[in-house]
C-alpha cells in the first residue's frame, strides 16, 4: 500500500490542523492505521493508532483529549484531526499503515508516507 500524508502547514498556538492520509494499491481495510511524529533532535513517536475498522484507537498521553483519530475505508483515507495544537506539536507528521486488524502501538509499522511539516507558533 501507498501512503499520501497533507494538510500540514503553519498555525498559531491553541489553533487547529487536519491532516489527511491517502492510501492506494492496497485493501484498506486490512490495515491497521497510525500516525507518527519526529520533531527536530528527537526519534519518532507514535502520536494515535485505529484498528481496521475504527473500533479501537489508541492516543499518546501527550496528545489525548486534543487529537482525534479516524478513518474512511471507503474512501481509503485516514485523518488526524488536531485541535489546541501547541508548540511543542511541532514536527513532521507521518501516517503509516501495517497489515494487521488490530490497533499498533509502536512504531514498529510495515508502510510509510512521506511526511508533512506541522509547525506551530507561540
Known amino acids: 500500500v501507498q501512503l499520501q500524508a497533507s494538510g500540514g502547514g503553519l498555525v498559531q498556538a491553541g489553533g487547529s490542523l487536519k491532516l489527511s492520509c491517502a492510501a492506494s494499491?492496497?485493501?484498506?481495510?486490512?490495515?491497521?492505521i497510525g500516525w507518527l511524529r519526529q520533531a527536530p533532535g528527537k526519534e519518532r513517536e507514535l502520536v494515535a493508532a485505529i484498528s481496521w475498522n475504527g473500533g479501537s484507537t489508541y492516543y499518546d498521553r501527550s496528545v489525548k483529549g486534543r487529537f482525534t483519530i479516524s478513518r474512511d475505508n471507503a474512501k481509503s483515507a485516514a485523518y488526524l484531526q488536531m485541535n489546541s495544537l501547541k508548540p511543542e506539536d511541532t514536527a513532521v507528521y507521518y501516517c503509516?499503515?501495517?497489515?494487521?486488524?488490530?490497533?499498533?502501538?509502536?512504531?514498529?509499522?510495515?508502510?510509510w508516507g512521506q511526511g508533512t511539516l506541522v509547525t506551530v507558533s507561540s
Open positions: 494499491g492496497g485493501t484498506f481495510s486490512s490495515y491497521a
Open positions: 503509516a499503515a501495517h497489515l494487521t486488524t488490530v490497533v499498533v502501538v509502536t512504531t514498529g509499522y510495515d508502510f
